[in-house]
C-alpha cells in the first residue's frame, strides 16, 4: 500500500513563502510523475504543478515566476516553493504521484490535502 502525506500548509500575510511537502511511503517501486493541484471553496480541482521522474516541469500560468517544484528521489517527497503569495493561492493543496508498486503494477494516488491560507 502507498500513501502521500502533506505537510508545510499554514497562514501566511500576502507577499511571504511557504513550502509544502509530500512525502510517499509504502510498497513503492518507482515513482513516475508527480504533481500539486488545489483545490478553492466553490472551484474545481486545479493543476499547479508537476514533475516528471527526469525532473522536467510544469506550472500553471497563475502561479509561473512564484512557485518551484522539486523532488528528493532518495527521499521518495516532492516539495512545493512558494513565494509571493497572493490571497487567491487559498486553497486545499493536494499532493499527486503515479506510483508503482511492483514492475508492473502501479496506481494513481492522492495525499489528504494541506490547507493554505493568504491573508490580505
Known amino acids: 500500500q502507498v500513501q502521500l502525506v502533506e505537510s508545510g500548509g499554514g497562514l501566511v500575510q500576502a507577499g511571504g513563502s511557504l513550502r509544502l511537502s509530500c512525502a510517499a511511503s509504502?510498497?513503492?517501486?518507482?515513482?513516475?510523475?508527480m504533481a500539486w493541484y488545489r483545490q478553492a471553496p466553490g472551484k474545481q480541482r486545479e493543476l499547479v504543478a508537476a514533475?516528471?521522474?527526469?525532473?522536467?516541469?510544469n506550472y500553471a500560468d497563475s502561479v509561473k515566476g512564484r512557485f518551484a517544484i522539486s523532488r528528493d528521489y532518495d527521499k521518495n517527497t516532492m516539495y512545493l516553493q512558494m513565494n509571493s503569495l497572493k490571497p487567491e493561492d487559498t486553497a486545499v493543496y493536494y499532493c499527486?504521484?503515479?506510483?508503482?508498486?511492483?514492475?508492473?503494477?502501479?496506481?494513481?494516488?492522492w495525499g489528504q490535502g494541506t490547507q493554505v491560507t493568504v491573508s490580505s
Open positions: 514533475i516528471t521522474s527526469g525532473g522536467s516541469t
Open positions: 509504502g510498497s513503492i517501486f518507482s515513482i513516475d510523475a
Open positions: 499527486n504521484g503515479a506510483i508503482r508498486s511492483s514492475r508492473i503494477r502501479g496506481g494513481n494516488y
